[in-house]
C-alpha cells in the first residue's frame, strides 16, 4: 500500500519564478492537505482541497494556489517566489471525516535564491 | 498569543528518564489534540491522540487539561530513539478542520 509521495524532493528556484510542486495520495484518501515548514518552525496550515475543491485556506497569500485533480492527487503552486517562500512543503492526505489522522509526505525542500 | 504554543527546548535527557512537555491552546473551542513525532529532516507522524479521560501507550502517556488549555505528553523509561522533535497538534470543531501544529519540542536522549 503506497503512502503519500511528493515530487520532486528538492527545488531550487530564483525570485520571481513560479514553482509547481506534487502529491499523491495514500489509497483510499481523498483529502489533501498542504502545509509550509520553514527551519525550526511547525508546520503552517496552507490549504485543503476535498472533492477538486479548495475548501480551508491558511494564512497564506494569493500567490499560493493548488488544484486537485480526479484522481485526488494534487498540486500546489505559488508564484512570484521570494526568498521567504523557503522551505519544506509537506502534503498530508486523510478521509474527510477524520482529518486529524492525516498521514504526511516526504515533503519538497524548495530553495529560493 | 500564538493559538499553539510549545517550549522549543532542546530538552536534553539521560537514558531512562522521564520527560514531559506541555503545550497551551487559545482557542476555547478546540476539539481534537494529538501529539506529532518529527525525525530530523522527515516527515510528521502520528505518535498518538488525546483524549479528555488521558490514554497511555506504552511509555508514552497524553493527558488534556481543558480547563486550563493544554495537554502534555510524558514519556518515561527514555530511549535513544526517542530522540526528535514533538509537535502538538489542535483542530477546532465543526467540519472542516483546519489544522495548527505548536513549533514543537525538540527531545535529545543522552547515552
Known amino acids: 500500500d503506497a503512502g503519500v509521495t511528493q515530487s520532486p524532493t528538492h527545488l531550487i528556484k530564483t525570485r520571481g519564478q513560479q514553482v509547481t510542486l506534487r502529491c499523491s495520495p495514500k489509497?483510499?484518501?481523498?483529502?489533501v492537505s498542504w502545509y509550509q515548514q520553514a527551519l525550526g518552525q511547525g508546520p503552517q496550515f496552507i490549504f485543503q482541497y476535498y472533492e477538486e475543491e479548495e475548501r480551508q485556506r491558511g494564512n497564506f497569500p494569493d500567490r499560493f494556489s493548488g488544484h486537485q485533480f480526479p484522481n485526488y492527487s494534487s498540486e500546489l503552486n505559488v508564484n512570484a517566489l521570494l526568498l521567504g517562500d523557503s522551505a519544506l512543503y509537506l502534503c498530508?492526505?486523510?478521509?474527510?471525516?477524520?482529518?486529524?489522522?492525516?498521514?504526511f509526505g516526504p515533503g519538497t525542500r524548495l530553495l529560493v535564491l | 498569543r500564538k493559538e499553539v504554543e510549545q517550549d522549543p527546548g532542546p530538552f536534553n535527557v539521560p537514558e531512562g528518564a522521564t520527560v514531559a512537555f506541555n503545550c497551551t491552546y487559545s482557542?476555547?473551542?478546540?476539539?481534537?489534540f494529538f501529539w506529532y513525532r518529527q525525525d530530523c529532516r522527515k516527515e510528521p507522524k502520528l505518535l498518538m491522540s488525546v483524549y479528555s479521560s488521558g490514554n497511555e501507550d506504552g511509555r508514552f502517556t497524553a493527558q488534556l487539561n481543558r480547563a486550563s488549555q493544554y495537554i502534555s505528553l510524558l514519556i518515561r523509561d527514555s530511549k535513544l530513539s526517542d530522540s526528535a522533535t514533538y509537535l502538538c497538534v489542535v483542530t477546532p470543531s465543526g467540519g472542516y478542520q483546519k489544522v495548527t501544529f505548536g513549533t514543537g519540542t525538540k527531545l535529545q536522549v543522552i547515552p
Open positions: 498530508a492526505s486523510s478521509f474527510p471525516d477524520y482529518q486529524e489522522t492525516q498521514y
Open positions: 482557542n476555547s473551542a478546540s476539539q481534537s
Open positions: 489509497s483510499g484518501h481523498d483529502t
